[in-house]
């Protein structure tokens, strides 16, 4: 499954311009400060919706492997739900709706569905819906030295090791900006890949105003005809 999805601390926001990375964020505040008021931001949430590009790079993965497109995630009473459009390079849709978890590849002309439960012990999906808590679930650390030191005030960078070791993950920083948001997820693996994911175009709550009919539109996905469906 997409690294980008299961490792997503998902979601959230980054543009193009460059970024100032300290140690430390403004007037000396700890890495579990940082942590803290993002939880808190992200707590407050009832739905989010984002932009992203994402760049996957590393000696097993060969060229540089690259992807873009709009995600969406509510945290609904009966059960969270997030969804995620792919639109380059290939057509992908990749949707939770609390009870399954499905994978649409538009290039191979499969859907891959899952139980949606198979999520929950994903850190970051945990997080994106409500039910992770980053200083239970990870060791807070400041950055690794060597993290991008480009230039753009109150961006604070904090890394982030699983308590419980995970089999796709060694360690993920966040790039933090002074209002919570994340701006940046930066996720290494085992084998020293690293996927960075760039958030733009933030709306918190984008979906209060949404109808039923409406949300139930976003959080559905009927495949085209003649799509293999794989059940896992």
Same mark, same amino acid.
Request: hydrophobic share 40%.
């Given at each position: 499954?997409?690294? !980008? ?22 007037? +000396? ?13 992200? $707590?407050?949430? !009832? ?5 992203? =590009?994402?760049?996957? %790079? ?6 540089? @492997?690259? +992807?873009?497109? &709009?995600?969406?995630?509510?945290? #609904? ?16 849709? *990749?949707?939770? #709706?609390?009870? *399954? ?7 191979? @002309? @499969? ?7 198979? *999520? ?15 200083? =239970? $679930?990870? &060791? ?8 991008? &030191?480009?230039?753009?005030? #109150?961006? !604070? ?10 089999? @796709? %993950?060694?360690?993920? &920083?966040?790039?933090?900006? !002074? ?24 709306? %918190?709550?984008? *979906? ?7 949300? #139930? ?16």
């Amino acid at each position: 499954m997409n690294k !980008a999805i299961l490792f997503f601390v998902v979601f959230f926001v980054i543009t193009t311009i460059p970024f100032n990375v300290q140690a430390s964020a403004p007037d +000396g505040e700890f890495p579990e400060d940082i942590a803290a008021r993002v939880q808190s931001r992200y $707590d407050r949430m !009832a739905s989010l919706s984002f932009a992203f =590009h994402q760049e996957t %790079v590393g000696e097993i993965t060969g060229r540089n @492997q690259k +992807g873009s497109g &709009h995600a969406f995630f509510l945290k #609904d009473n009966s059960a969270p739900k997030m969804r995620w459009n792919y639109e380059l390079p290939n057509r992908q849709v *990749l949707l939770g #709706d609390g009870k *399954l978890f499905s994978m649409y590849f538009e290039n191979l @002309q @499969q859907m891959i569905v899952t139980p949606a439960e198979n *999520l929950d012990t994903d850190l970051t999906y945990s997080f994106f819906t409500g039910k992770g808590r980053l200083l =239970h $679930d990870f &060791h807070i650390r400041p950055p690794d030295n060597g993290i991008d &030191h480009t230039k753009q005030a #109150d961006i !604070a960078i904090i890394k982030l090791i699983p308590v419980i070791p995970q089999s @796709q %993950v060694q360690d993920i &920083h966040l790039f933090v900006s !002074a209002d919570s948001l994340i701006r940046r997820i930066s996720i290494k693996d085992h084998f020293g890949t690293v996927t960075t994911i760039n958030i733009s175009d933030i709306e %918190v709550n984008a *979906l209060a105003k949404s109808s039923s009919a409406e949300l #139930d539109k976003i959080f559905s996905f009927i495949p085209p005809e003649g799509t293999e469906i794989i059940r896992q």
